[in-house]
């Protein structure tokens, strides 16, 4: 399944990553760009059920081998479950025992109504951000 979609403008520089590369294609509903200015990933798509362990897989690789905060833009998304979300929180809860914050750029409207109705918003480590990534 190929993504006819037009390319997204961004001002967000594309890091060259090859694992991250290669893992991009592996979900058509999914695309994760890694990104160098600010550090960090770039999701495009949905995060659900069929591309969970994509998402999963890159942050996890993000949070164990980046370093500083990690930033993290969902402009491209347009579905994303509450187990996407919970990812999200436990990525930032990991990072957050090195001092290190999650900072989510763009945070659709309906996944912030979630993370505030299940008290998440003061979760450690989570920084929402307003706008995509500069």
Not at 50 to 73: K, Y
Not at 74 to 84: E, M, Q, R, S
Not at 90 to 118: E, F, N, Q, W, Y
């Amino acid at each position: 399944m190929t993504d006819h979609r037009p390319p997204r403008p961004s001002s967000v520089a594309l890091a060259p990553s090859p694992t991250l590369e290669r893992l991009l294609r592996d979900n058509p509903l999914l695309h994760v760009i890694s990104t160098i200015c600010p550090p960090g990933l770039r999701f495009e798509g949905e995060i659900d059920l069929c591309s969970r362990d994509l998402a999963a897989a890159t942050l996890d690789e993000a949070v164990q081998f980046g370093s500083g905060d990690l930033h993290v833009d969902l402009t491209g998304v347009t579905f994303i479950d509450v187990a996407g979300i919970r990812m999200m929180t436990t990525a930032a809860k990991t990072l957050s025992r090195d001092g290190r914050r999650l900072r989510l750029h763009a945070t659709p409207p309906g996944a912030r109504k979630v993370i505030h109705l299940l008290g998440w918003e003061t979760t450690p480590g989570l920084m929402h951000c307003i706008g995509a990534m500069l």
